[in-house]
């Protein structure tokens, strides 16, 4: 089962809500680069819980602080599995990047177990599971099964499907840096917000997005989180100006960071913008795909 990234075309704060959580509008998109997950029955059940999850990723962890994990946990109890499930998690997307990785995870997890053990548990249903998982996972189950693009709004659990993204060639710079989401909505203040017209901008966006032109959807291009990130950690801002100087339509962050993207008019120019700014940017990753 396939784990899609994401990225943030366009990210905003509207507003923030009794309960604490922050009202959002955002438009996300899946993109190329995936984790791959194996899920199967196990032959055997000698660790005492019923999820054993394995991964190529060092750092990360396996027991039940794991969406992965958490994911498969809650579809036994929710629907009385009692089958032991092997899990084996390939990782090639970042963690705490802006990419969503985590989440895609989570969703391919709910996705591949409702395949293997037949459990026919519709689509929407996932998406609401997945909704008390994290904010991003039910467009992480939508991605990772059908539409590649939406519009989501809310705290991002509510999502209208937008139509396909002309095809585009992206360059990912993924510095070696983790931005805990948590961190950054703490210096988020909205008070500083009230002058930017964000409906205005989304109306742009979304006028750009609808005539499918790679250039307009890329001017557009939108992130409240940039200028707080970047504060924190200057080289997202290096990196976004150096891949705009390097011919970009254009360049910005994903999610709170701190992956940033760009896009490029074809592929040889986008491989080519990544083995130059690699030398340049010695602890980010960067790669070429594709929407």
Same mark, same amino acid.
């Not at 009692?82 to 705490?96: E, F, S």
């Not at 990785?101 to 053990?117: K, M, V």
């Not at 592929?267 to 990753?285: D, F, G, R």
């Given at each position: 089962m396939d784990a899609f990234a994401k990225i943030n075309l366009f990210l905003a704060v509207i507003g923030k809500r009794e309960d604490g959580y922050?009202?959002?509008v955002s438009v996300m998109q899946k993109i190329g !680069?995936?984790?791959? @997950? &194996?899920?199967?029955?196990?032959?055997?059940?000698?660790?005492?819980?019923?999820?054993t999850l394995k991964t190529d990723a060092p750092n990360l962890p396996t027991n039940d602080t794991n969406l992965v994990v958490k994911a498969a946990n809650l579809l036994i109890k929710e629907y009385g599995i009692?089958?032991? !499930?092997?899990?084996? @998690? &390939?990782?090639?997307?970042?963690?705490?990047a802006g990419l969503g990785?985590?989440?895609?995870?989570?969703?391919?997890?709910?996705?591949?177990?409702?395949?293997?053990?037949g459990l026919q548990v519709p689509l929407d249903?996932?998406?609401?599971?997945?909704?008390?998982?994290g904010a991003d996972v039910p467009f992480c189950v939508m991605a990772n099964s059908c539409n590649t693009t939406a519009l989501a709004q809310g705290i991002g659990e509510k999502l209208t499907p937008l139509p396909p993204h002309p095809k585009c060639h992206v360059v990912l710079a993924c510095p070696k840096i983790h931005?805990?989401?948590g961190e950054i909505f703490k210096v988020l203040t909205l008070c500083g917000l009230t002058g930017i017209n964000i409906q205005a901008k989304l109306d742009n966006f979304m006028a750009a997005y609808n005539s499918k032109d790679i250039l307009q959807i890329s001017k557009n291009f939108y992130n409240t989180f940039t200028p707080i990130t970047s504060k924190i950690h200057p080289q997202i801002s290096s990196l976004i100006s150096d891949l705009q100087n390097h011919g970009a339509y254009n360049a910005a962050m994903t999610g709170t960071g701190s992956t940033v993207f760009a896009y490029f008019e074809n592929?040889?120019?986008?491989?080519?913008?990544?083995?130059?700014?690699?030398?340049?940017?010695?602890?980010?990753?960067f790669c070429h795909t594709e929407i």
């Open positions: 922050h009202e959002l !680069l995936r984790d791959r @997950l &194996t899920i199967a029955k196990a032959q055997h059940n000698t660790s005492g819980t019923l999820v009692a089958t032991p !499930l092997a899990i084996n @998690l &390939t990782k090639r997307i970042p963690t705490g990785g985590g989440s895609s995870d989570c969703a391919a997890t709910l996705l591949g177990i409702n395949q293997l053990l249903k996932l998406m609401e599971l997945g909704a008390t998982l931005v805990s989401t592929e040889n120019k986008a491989k080519m913008v990544c083995e130059i700014l690699e030398k340049t940017h010695t602890n980010t990753k």
